[in-house]
């Protein structure tokens, strides 16, 4: 069974520009998450899709990034327009399991960005 | 709000030392317990976790026990080895609310031979 994978592994792109980070979950999981760790910090929350329905996203850090999930499957996340504290590692996850149930989640390598 | 506080690194021992990580957690009743592993150059890989008060986790050689006394969940293993440098992530899932994981700030773990 194939793991979350994600892509692109790296992107280095200038501020102001647009970048869309892709996550395809494991098959048949509902419960989809990003987060991202910045500057060596802790990892940190963004948002929680279950199926195409975006559950949480108390952790986007404003308007400029915007996540999507058409037909429940693989997300979207997109920096429009990235600022220079964007950069860091993203990383997306997924669980089996309702949207309350405290299911292990399974991260993909994620994806490092760097905004110049 | 629910944290997860780590012990600084990064953490130097030679191989078959003996390895603890601390990791503390401020969190309402009893949140699940988790340590990730980061190899590098790899993602985030469950190592092992805790549901309940006493649970141990444990995997690869690796422990952790749920203490709620002490609000803790130290990461143990008895002897390491090279190929078990990596930063490692201990986190919780809080009991209200969603799923999402509150980390700490990750401990670097470097093995020499």
């Known amino acids: 069974e194939a793991g979350v994978t994600q892509f692109p592994s790296h992107s280095v792109i200038e501020k102001g520009q647009t970048v869309t980070l892709r996550c395809d979950p494991i098959s048949g999981h509902d419960n989809l998450y990003w987060y991202r760790r910045v500057m060596g910090k802790e990892i940190k929350f963004l948002l929680h899709f279950v199926k195409e329905s975006k559950q949480d996203e108390s952790g986007m850090p404003n308007n400029r990034f915007l996540a999507e999930r058409t037909g429940g499957t693989y997300s979207t996340l997109k920096v429009q327009p990235a600022e220079l504290e964007d950069s860091g590692v993203y990383f997306c996850a997924s669980s089996h399991g309702g949207a309350m149930a405290r299911e292990t989640q399974y991260f993909g390598p994620g994806t490092r960005l760097l905004v110049l | 709000g629910d944290s997860v506080t780590q012990m600084e690194g990064p953490v130097t021992l030679s191989e078959e030392a003996f390895l603890t990580i601390n990791c503390t957690y401020t969190?309402?009743?009893?949140?699940?317990l988790f340590w990730y592993v980061q190899y590098p150059g790899e993602g985030l890989q469950l190592l092992l976790k805790a549901t309940k008060a006493d649970d141990k986790g444990s995997n690869k050689g690796f422990e952790a026990t749920y203490r709620k006394e002490t609000t803790s969940f130290h990461l143990e293993k008895g002897s390491v080895q090279v190929s078990d440098s990596a930063v490692y992530f201990c986190a919780l899932i809080p009991v209200t609310g969603f799923q999402k994981l509150v980390f700490g700030t990750g401990t670097r773990l470097l093995v020499s031979p």
């Open positions: 969190a309402t009743g009893y949140p699940s």
